[in-house]
């Protein structure tokens, strides 16, 4: 059978043209649960970062001893170590402070140990920390240890692994998958 055969067809006038069927709306895109870094790969990356602070600071103090080291009179034993002077301690702990504010709000969002433990810093929005607000992260985990080390630890039992430092000042530690 063919078109021909069929004849002319008959469309009336009133007809309703066919019902548009709705789109189906796309669902936005959820994002991904984040992956919280815990208190060991934290306290590993730590450890790295500390590791590599020291040797930087142990050779810049071999150059100079006196100036970073006041060494015991009495004879040698294991109860007369050698301690920072004054100056050596100001300089670590301030060159400690910007190490971490800068490594924390550069485009790393980590420092070195942090990185190779693939951990990276945050605001509560998932956003790169301002210098500012990673030096004042970095001042308020005085808090943390001024508590025997307790604001540590809340990172084990918190939901969002936030250590009390990271609670203060609305930051996350967050892991790369």
């Not at 069929?6 to 069927?21: D, H, N």
């Not at 308020?140 to 430092?165: C, D, M, N, P, R």
């Amino acid at each position: 059978m063919s078109v021909a055969q069929i004849g002319p067809v008959y469309v009336p006038e009133s007809a309703q043209p066919p019902e548009e069927i709705p789109a189906i709306p796309e669902l936005p895109i959820l994002p991904a649960r984040p992956s919280f870094a815990g208190f060991w790969l934290r306290a590993v990356a730590y450890l790295f970062d500390t590791v590599l602070i020291s040797a930087v600071f142990g050779l810049i103090a071999s150059f100079y001893p006196s100036t970073f080291l006041k060494f015991p009179d009495a004879a040698p034993s294991l109860t007369a170590l050698p301690q920072l002077t004054p100056i050596a301690l100001v300089l670590t702990i301030t060159a400690t402070w910007i190490y971490y504010a800068m490594f924390e709000a550069s485009s790393w969002q980590a420092t070195p140990g942090k990185r190779v433990m693939k951990l990276y810093v945050t605001d509560l929005n998932g956003q790169r920390l301002t210098f500012a607000r990673a030096a004042v992260r970095n001042l308020a985990k005085i808090l943390s240890s001024l508590t025997l080390l307790v604001g540590y630890f809340v990172a084990a039992v918190t939901e969002k692994k936030q250590a009390l430092h990271d609670i203060l000042t609305g930051c996350l530690v967050l892991r790369k998958r």
